[in-house]
């Protein structure tokens, strides 16, 4: 779900994705802007019929801070969420402010789901548990022990970074595959609905580790119809996807602009 600032904006958000979407995720002002809560925003999906995936981070959270607001989701209803450590703030942040970084992906992982299983905290409930890997070219005898770790502490899927290299993709998914951690966690490839060149350049210098090639940027920058050029490339990335062992699913990301995904979904031919 893109960046919704209002009820309004996030119901019309709802409406036009819920028939396309297994979920929307409700991100976590991973740059520091001021957005709307995660829980407002899942409360809002819920009312509408939609199943939200909160994403909360450690950056901004003590452990306190973190099961307060997990045991508050599972009050709601929310059942899904993704549990990241978090992208440090540039030091041209202002006003300056302390980040936390108190817990490693496996701690915040280990913390939901022993909430989940103790039976003297009221209200609380077992997560789909997500947690982030980035997409690189490994060398052949790179092992992902830090996936295997928290996949064991508990996660149940794992999603990547926006990451346009299929080659990549393929090459680091056989290691997922070979390590067997396919068997225990789903894999969500993460993907961009990109309008313009300027936008792919623009989420390029936004989005830590996202993944694009310069061939990518000059075919949208020299299609006649840019936006729709991003849309065919997005859907051709989606089918490439489904050919790449060990994939699950894909998340679609858009700047503000759903009916490019919904645009995106319907070239690509597939519904959830």
């Not at 996030?10 to 979920?23: C, D, E």
């Not at 789909?128 to 899927?157: C, E, H, N």
């Not at 068997?183 to 313009?196: E, H, R, T, Y």
Request: aromatic share 4%; net charge neutral.
């Amino acid at each position: 779900m893109g960046r919704a600032d209002t009820a309004q904006s996030t119901r019309q958000q709802a409406a036009l994705l819920k028939p396309f979407v297994s979920a929307l995720q409700v991100p976590d002002a991973h740059d520091g802007r001021l957005q709307m809560s995660g829980s407002a925003a899942a409360a809002i999906l819920l009312a509408e019929g939609v199943d939200p995936l909160v994403h909360l981070t450690g950056r901004d959270r003590n452990r306190i801070a973190l099961e307060n607001e997990l045991l508050g989701l599972a009050v709601l209803g929310v059942r899904s969420v993704l549990l990241t450590r978090g992208e440090e703030l540039p030091a041209s942040y202002r006003p300056s402010t302390h980040q936390v970084m108190e817990l490693s992906g496996e701690d915040l992982v280990t913390s939901a789901r022993l909430m989940a299983d103790d039976d003297s905290i009221p209200g609380a409930k077992e997560f789909f548990i997500g947690t982030p890997a980035t997409v690189f070219v490994p060398k052949k005898d790179w092992k992902p022990k830090s996936l295997m770790a928290r996949a064991q502490a508990g996660a149940g899927f794992i999603q990547t970074q926006i990451c346009f290299n299929m080659k990549s993709m393929r090459r680091y998914m056989q290691h997922l595959v070979d390590a067997r951690l396919t068997w225990q966690c789903a894999v969500i490839a993460n993907l961009a609905v990109l309008p313009s060149a300027t936008a792919a350049i623009e989420l390029q210098q936004a989005v830590h580790g996202a993944v694009m090639s310069r061939k990518l940027v000059q075919r949208i920058s020299q299609a006649a119809d840019p936006e729709l050029e991003g849309v065919r490339i997005c859907a051709e990335k989606i089918q490439q996807l489904k050919e790449i062992p060990g994939v699950s699913g894909v998340n679609l990301v858009s700047n503000n602009r759903p009916e490019l995904i919904v645009a995106a979904i319907e070239a690509a031919g597939i519904m959830p």
